[in-house]
């Protein structure tokens, strides 16, 4: 059974920060290009940041900057540390995987930047 289990979202100040972590089990890893998306209420699901098998990585230009993704393989785990936090960046942030021939998404962690 697949599972990505998302955490290290909450409330945090503009200017803060917070890292995500995504947890995945049941699919090879290291294989699966990985990333985080965002749907912030009443708007639709958007790419936040994605980083290949081979460790190449894109950011949104609203993002760029100030989040940076990574992976760590050897604990089948992504990671989003987020900067410079805007009010903008409240959302829920969801982990998504793809392979060949599939795709999987977490639950979501809800990130809310506010004063």
């Known amino acids: 059974q697949v599972q990505l289990v998302e955490s290290g979202g909450g409330l945090v100040q503009p200017g803060g920060s917070l890292r995500l972590s995504c947890a995945a089990s049941g699919i090879s890893f290291s294989a699966y290009a990985m990333g985080w998306y965002r749907q912030a209420p009443g708007k639709q699901r958007e790419l936040v940041a994605h980083i290949t098998s081979g460790g190449s990585t894109y950011h949104a230009d609203s993002v760029k900057g100030r989040f940076t993704i990574s992976r760590d393989n050897a604990k089948n785990t992504v990671y989003l540390q987020m900067n410079s936090l805007k009010p903008e960046d409240t959302a829920v942030y969801y982990c998504?995987?793809?392979?060949?021939?599939?795709?999987?998404w977490g639950q979501g962690t809800q990130v809310t930047v506010s004063s």
């Open positions: 998504h995987s793809r392979g060949r021939v599939n795709e999987f």
